[in-house]
């Protein structure tokens, strides 16, 4: 079983910046797939980034490569998403994922662990 606890989310202007922080409780962290996705208001969640187990690959949608970067620190069982030049378009609640092994990144059905989610608004 694994837990993730987000944090940092808030209020910024459009411009500004924030750093969304998760941290995963329970064993093999470093096995699994670690991703940020979003989902906004009136919308369907959506995948922002994500970084393969073993401090492999990064991915970015298209709408935040440029902007963000995601990292994480096994020895932490952190994984952590910077995010730079925000926009009102990325006011979303903000969920950490976990997927074991080589998920294909972007399909949220293939994550199996969720945190609650914190919320990011970007003011114009």
């Known amino acids: 079983q694994v837990q993730l606890v987000e944090s940092g989310g808030g209020s910024v202007q459009a411009g500004g910046s924030l750093r969304l922080s998760c941290r995963a409780s329970?064993?093999?962290?470093?096995?699994?797939?670690m991703a940020w996705f979003r989902q906004g208001p009136g919308k369907d969640r959506e995948f922002v980034a994500a970084?393969?187990?073993?401090?492999?690959?990064?991915f970015y949608a298209e709408s935040v490569k440029d902007r963000f970067t995601i990292s994480r620190e096994n020895p932490r069982s952190a994984v952590d998403l910077q995010m730079n030049s925000l926009k009102p378009d990325d006011t979303a609640v903000y969920y950490c994922?976990?997927?074991?092994?080589?998920?294909?990144?972007?399909?949220?059905?293939?994550?199996?662990?969720w945190g609650q989610g914190t919320q990011v608004t970007v003011s114009s």
């Open positions: 970084k393969r187990w073993g401090g492999g690959a990064s």
């Open positions: 994922a976990a997927g074991r092994g080589s998920v294909t990144v972007f399909a949220n059905q293939e994550y199996e662990y």
């Open positions: 329970g064993r093999a962290f470093s096995t699994f797939t």
